[in-house]
């Protein structure tokens, strides 16, 4: 299998979302160990005017590669112990993410995170050119089904029911 290219992430961060669905996510640990996943829940955060993503506050030095062209990692820690792993989207200055939810059995950002041991010297790794971690072609999936985003609730109704998170519900190529 192939790595996913930068073009692919170049495209809206809704789109890489429900893409991003039955895709291979590829872990190497520093003992050698690797580890491949199926990526089956996503969320999409889509620039400085969707104020449930962090650019909602304008560019600071947490959202900075944000900012970035698509296919760079986009990690903060939540509760002080979880890092959550995001993948950026888009063009340069159009800040946009990808939230990764699950993979295989694994539900939860936090869960996710914690599986890969993700940490903060994931932020602003390319991950078309990781060593560590990367993403890897797979056929596009069938059955996707949208719903909103979770724990939002402060971005307000508008943008806390936009149908932004997908979930992989069966994994059958079209």
């Keep these: 299998m192939s790595r996913l290219t930068s ?3 170049k495209q809206d961060a809704v789109t890489v979302a429900e ?3 039955g895709k291979t996510l590829v872990r190497a640990l520093d003992d050698g ?3 491949q996943y199926t990526i089956t829940e996503t969320e999409a955060y889509l620039g400085e005017e969707d104020l449930a993503c962090h650019a909602s506050k304008g560019r600071t030095p947490r959202t900075e590669v944000m900012y970035g062209e698509g296919g ?3 990690v903060y820690l939540i509760y ?3 890092w959550m792993l995001n993948i950026v989207t888009g063009t340069v200055n159009h800040p946009e993410a990808v939230l990764i939810r699950g993979l295989d059995k694994i539900i939860g950002s936090g869960k996710v995170g914690r ?3 993700i940490d903060k010297s994931f932020y ?3 991950i078309t050119a990781s060593s560590r971690i990367w993403i890897n072609e797979a056929p596009d999936v069938l059955n996707i089904t949208k719903a909103s985003r979770i724990g939002i609730d402060y971005a307000g109704e508008e943008w806390k029911d936009k149908p932004w998170r997908f979930i992989l519900t069966e994994n059958e190529p079209k």
């Design 124 to 126: 602003g790794e390319n």
């Design 33 to 35: 160990t690797i580890s």
């Design 80 to 82: 002080g112990m979880y």
């Design 19 to 21: 893409k991003l669905l």
């Design 7 to 9: 073009d692919f992430y």
């Design 115 to 117: 599986k890969l041991s």
């Design 72 to 74: 760079h990692i986009y």
